[in-house]
Antibody, heavy 129, light 113 residues
Framework: EVQLVESGGGLVQPGRSLRLSCTVS????????LTWFRQAPGKGLEWIGF??????????EYAASVKGSFTISRDDSKSIAYLQMNSLKIEDSAVYYC????????????????????WGQGTLVTVSS | QSVLTQPPSVSGAPGQRVTISCTGS?????????VHWYQQLPRTAPKLLIY???YRPSGVPDRFSGSKSGTSASLAITGLQAEDEADYYC?????????????FGGGTKLTVL
């Protein structure tokens, strides 16, 4: 069974850093893109970014809202993806989810990850003083 | 403000049919990027419901169906059941300078009366 489990959430002060982990099992993590999303309390889903699979170069792509502050990496030897979050703000408070990216393809110089399945259960990050 | 536009809420009685629209633009759905749908039951993680506009993952009942035309897509649920009460999100990909990447609708809360 394919499973993703997030960890590392908690309470952090504004301006500090936090690293989340996403441990995958049931498949070879290097074969798929790994993606991070978040959902603020009572709000909708927001894409943070993804790291492509090895066949697609293992490169990253981020949402404009987090570019330069958040970094996604992966260690396929441990089947883990990471989300490094720096200079956290109160508005970064949310449940953070990781998910497997499916059906990658490249066209016109752009490599896309189409849909996301499955998702982990999420980890709560609260940024507060 | 979400790149894709969904109605905030829809409702229907058990057994009825409801549809949820997802409106995009020429930089996402209209550019040919597929639309995918997710169901989020209360206090749980999102679950893939429809992928590539019309396909259901294994285990998703055929009461759920998707369609896409032009710059819009729709999710239809027939034979509404109490367990369908959830939030539904559409997702696509955008190539505009300001929104490049994965984009979502704001979500639609389905209430089963």
């Amino acid at each position: 069974e394919v499973q993703l489990v997030e960890s590392g959430g908690g309470l952090v002060q504004p301006g500090r850093s936090l690293r989340l982990s996403c441990t995958v099992s049931g498949f070879t993590s290097g074969d798929y893109a790994l993606t991070w999303f978040r959902q603020a309390p009572g709000k909708g889903l927001e894409w943070i970014g993804f790291i492509r699979s090895k066949p697609y170069g293992g490169t990253t792509e981020y949402a404009a809202s987090v570019k330069g502050s958040f970094t996604i990496s992966r260690d396929d030897s441990k089947s883990i993806a990471y989300l490094q979050m720096n200079s956290l703000k109160i508005e970064d408070s949310a449940v953070y989810y990781c998910a497997t990216g499916r059906s990658e393809y490249c066209s016109g110089g752009r490599c896309v990850v189409r849909w996301f399945d499955p998702w982990g259960q999420g980890t709560l990050v609260t940024v507060s003083s | 403000q979400s790149v894709l536009t969904q109605p905030p809420s829809v409702s229907g009685a058990p057994g009825q049919r409801v549809t949820i629209s997802c409106t995009g633009s020429i930089s996402n759905i209209g550019a040919g990027y597929d639309v995918h749908w997710y169901q989020q039951l209360p206090r749980t993680a999102p679950k893939l419901l429809i992928y590539s506009n019309t396909y259901r993952p294994s285990g998703v009942p055929d009461r759920f169906s998707g369609s896409k035309s032009g710059t819009s897509a729709s999710l239809a649920i027939t034979g509404l059941q109490a367990e369908d009460e959830a939030d539904y999100y559409c997702q696509s990909y955008d190539t505009s300078l300001s929104n490049s990447g994965v984009v979502f609708g704001g979500g639609t809360k389905l209430t089963v009366l």
